[in-house]
């Protein structure tokens, strides 16, 4: 994930700015900078790679200033370049930005339409240049970042300071988090506050929607409908772990809260906006030439490889071998020449999958690896390595990690699809539009929290619980059984909706609740008819749907949750989201240790 810091105070700021960049190093990146405001002008140090490159260039260009802000960056939107790094600038404001703007290509068609010049290939500048078109026709700085704030669709938080007012930095967020600290003559902003920790340990959380106006006296909070509004200031202490939480209850909630931005993050680095096309790694290999895939995971990564059996088989009509790490090598699997095997992996040090990745490259392989460790043993084991900048996932049960393999496997179908010949440039630009809804529809389901959170007591108190669903929403069945049996210790079970019949029915009574994931769409009457079976034998239902689901099914059901209308490509994405919040509120219902459940681990490292 990328990073921001911004400090406005009475001393010189860079130093400190990159020193608070080093704490944040944990994020990854391959580009940062630095802007402050001297003398009524903006001034900035950027560079590719690491931090010492930056560190160079302060070393030959030092950078006065009293305001500045600050920023590591993936290369996800735009390649690695100096131009492309953070801070962005024009003659009257820099800034830096996490997440993604997902309308930045008619906002930016419009801005060029005035004649407007962009120097990167980032959505990021486009923020730049309408707060600095409204600056430069005398409209303050506070009320030109209110107006342009509710042209930003996406997920984001944003660090502004401005040429003409040196006692101003403004900041925002909406999906992506956001700290303000407290010193004394000075006041901070940083993504979290491990990157204000040598600043201060007093700080207060953004809460979602917020922005604030921070001067050297202290900062201004203004909710989303621009009420002033006050955030509690708290003791962020010396542990890593408090800080690392933030405002939330555990690692896990905080985790499930962040896809939003990780998601959006993740397909910035596959897929090409201004060309609509999806964009990988360069493999080793021909992809074209693929002839057969296998794909090898454990747990969750598992599942993520169940939705993408769907993928490739559909849109690239490959056909698609799908094993379990710690079975593959002992059932002498036949690997044809011409095959790519394919290993997901949150760590990518899974013992029983590290093994199986070595066991078939030594059948003459390819091989592909989905990580969220590109330094790990499988990445460097791989022909093709495909990150997923989830950023550290601290909770054992795996949630934004899941979600960031699925929009990575998503974009792999749809390369691998076109390389084949079976994907047209329109199908491509249908997938990339797609693809670019999944943030604001992930923030949309975790409005959801709330009435999940109200019902959990209803699942708390069960023996067990059944999941069920069809297509691509079978493997989120088995996902939502497998994190409430995780974090909740309850004994549940996925289905494939059709399969009730044939055995699993006989379990079903009243004290057995049935959750139901069943998205408008092809298979929406044939899951309904499963769950109408259900009911008939007194199973108390939950419906997972969107508003015309819940409406054609939704009566008689002991409880509803309403999830945005979304094309079925992003759905296993989206519907992630309520059987994680279920899980984690039933857990906390129980009062089970969420982020740590017994004889769980977060990597598996023996076999």
């Given at each position: ?88 600038a024009t ?100 993504s ?29 909070v ?27 209850r ?52 598992y ?9 490739f ?8 071998d ?56 499988m ?44 994907l ?105 008819s499963?769950?109408?079976e ?25 409880a ?14 989206v ?21 740590q ?11």
């Open positions: 994930m990328c990073g921001i810091v911004g400090i406005i105070g009475g001393e010189e700021v860079s130093e400190r700015l990159f020193d608070a960049l080093k704490r944040l190093e944990y994020r990854g990146y391959d580009s940062a900078g630095i802007a402050t405001i001297h003398d009524g002008a903006i001034e900035r140090r950027r560079a590719e790679g690491k931090l010492a490159n930056l560190g160079r260039e302060l070393r030959d260009e030092p950078l006065p200033g009293t305001v500045g802000i600050a920023h590591t960056r993936w290369a996800t939107h735009g390649a690695p370049t100096t131009s492309n790094a953070h801070p962005h003659g009257e404001v820099a800034l830096v930005h996490n997440g993604i703007i997902e309308n930045f290509k008619p906002l930016r068609d419009a801005l060029l339409a005035k004649g407007r010049h962009f120097d990167s290939q980032t959505d990021t500048e486009v923020v730049a240049h309408l707060v600095s078109e409204k600056v430069e026709a005398g409209v303050d700085p506070v009320t030109a970042v209110r107006e342009v704030l509710p042209a930003l669709h996406g997920a984001f938080a944003l660090a502004i300071v401005f040429r003409r007012h040196p006692e101003l930095l403004i900041g925002a967020r909406l999906g992506s988090p956001l700290v303000v600290g407290y010193g004394e003559g000075e006041t901070y902003l940083g979290d506050a491990l990157a204000l920790a040598p600043l201060t340990r007093r700080i207060s959380y953004l809460e979602e929607g917020d922005w604030v106006v921070l001067t050297r006296e202290g900062a201004q203004y909710d989303r409908e621009n009420n002033p509004v006050t955030r509690p200031i708290v003791d962020s202490g010396v542990s890593g772990q408090l800080i690392d939480k933030g405002n939330h555990h690692f896990m909630q905080k985790e499930i809260y962040e896809q939003p931005v990780v998601v959006a993050q993740t397909l910035r680095s596959y897929l090409s906006r201004i060309d609509a096309r999806v964009s990988l790694p360069i493999p080793e290999f021909d992809l074209g030439a693929i002839r057969r895939v296998t794909i090898v995971a454990c747990g969750t990564s599942y993520a490889g169940m939705v993408a059996k769907y993928w088989e559909q849109f690239a009509r490959v056909p698609v799908l094993d379990f790490a710690s079975e593959f090598r002992y059932r002498a699997p036949v690997m044809e020449d011409g095959g790519l095997a394919l290993f997901i992996s949150q760590s990518g040090e899974t013992a029983d999958t590290l093994a199986a990745l070595r066991h078939a490259r030594g059948e003459g392989q390819k091989i592909a690896v989905v990580v969220n460790v590109p330094s790990s043993t990445a460097r084991e791989s022909d093709l390595l495909l990150p997923t900048h989830a950023g550290p996932e601290i909770g054992v049960a795996s949630t934004k990690a899941f979600a960031c393999q699925l929009a990575v496997l998503a974009a792999l179908a749809a390369n691998l699809a076109r390389a084949k010949g079976r047209s440039p329109e199908e491509e630009r249908d997938i990339v539009r797609h693809l670019e809804e999944t943030p604001a529809a992930l923030n949309a389901a975790l409005a959801n929290d709330p009435a999940i959170e109200a019902m959990a007591h209803v699942i708390a108190g069960a023996r067990d619980v059944l999941y069920l669903g069809r297509g691509t929403d079978y493997p989120l069945a088995l996902e939502g059984a497998l994190k409430l049996k995780e974090i909740s210790y309850i004994h549940a079970e996925g289905y494939a909706a059709g399969e009730m019949k044939h055995g699993p029915i006989a379990l079903i009574d009243e004290n057995v609740p049935v959750i139901v994931i069943a998205p408008s769409g092809p298979l929406f009457e044939k899951t309904v499963n769950m109408q259900v009911q008939a034998r007194g199973g108390k239902v939950v419906l997972i749907s969107d508003a015309e689901g819940i409406a054609q099914a939704g009566e008689g059901c002991l509803t949750i309403e999830m945005p209308k979304v094309h079925p490509l992003i759905a296993p994405l519907y992630a989201v309520p059987v994680q919040l279920l899980a984690y509120h039933v857990a906390v219902a129980k009062g089970t240790d969420v982020d459940p017994r004889n769980l681990a977060k990597s598996v490292t023996v076999e």
